[in-house]
């Protein structure tokens, strides 16, 4: 009964207005840096077997928010590096304005189509397999925690919107034409339970409140770990 908290990083001063993608360089910003101390201190009390993050700086510096906060000598003394949770490699696309972009015929179908929809350039990379590496990801990472922390542990992952939908629909069974339904903003909490038979999504773009239904509840549900509770439980 794994559980992963999806994390998504902090604000830039590109996020919203441009795709920053991959842009080197690119750190948290005032805001950023205040939503990861904020995030980091509602964290504190989690039991974290490993903190995980994208390679790109403004994930590590808003893990490394989260670590810092927990200030437990018994927690995750360092950010351990997956490049497999890096954004999207949008290609061309990385660093232009938005609002331009929305007129490009590829638009249309990253919003109706995913599935379908391969950035363009050398760097360009299809959402389809952004999403297996990141899922591929998830499911290594479930066994490695397990393994090294036992099977309730919990985990976090710093990472990108998209990456962080993707792995919300794989979770919830959705094709992934349907993951635009799915919002994760700057600095939100997204957790999942993984049980042998299924995911549980326990929250979605969660943004504030306490964390005290983040950690595995006592005992084994009848029928299975795995099992949800009919009538949906208290």
Request: aromatic share 4%.
């Amino acid at each position: 009964m794994t559980t992963l908290l999806l994390v998504r990083h902090g604000l830039t001063e590109l996020t919203g207005p441009v795709l920053a993608g991959w842009t080197p360089g690119l750190s948290l910003d005032e805001r950023g840096r205040a939503q990861a101390r904020a995030l980091g201190d509602r964290l504190a009390s989690v039991p974290l077997a490993a903190v995980v993050s994208s390679p790109l700086d403004r994930c590590l510096q808003t893990a490394g928010a989260i670590v810092a906060a927990s200030g437990r000598r018994d927690g995750p003394g360092e950010v351990l590096r997956d490049e497999r949770f890096g954004e999207v490699r949008y290609g061309d696309w990385t660093g232009r304005p938005l609002k331009e972009l929305a007129e490009e015929p590829l638009w249309r179908v990253v919003q109706a189509h995913p599935s379908a929809a391969v950035f363009p350039g050398a760097q360009g990379e299809a959402m389809a397999a952004a999403q297996h590496r990141a899922v591929t990801a998830v499911r290594d990472w479930n066994a490695r925690i397990a393994a090294q922390a036992g099977p309730d542990a919990v985990y976090l992952v710093c990472s990108h919107g998209d990456i962080i939908k993707a792995i919300v629909a794989d979770a919830l069974g959705l094709h992934l034409d349907q993951f635009q339904r799915i919002q994760a903003d700057p600095a939100s909490l997204t957790v999942i339970r993984y049980t042998e038979l299924r995911p549980f999504l326990v929250r979605l773009n969660d943004t504030g409140g306490g964390v005290d239904g983040l950690l595995p509840p006592p005992g084994t549900p009848a029928g299975g770990e795995g099992d949800a509770p009919v009538g949906g439980g208290a």
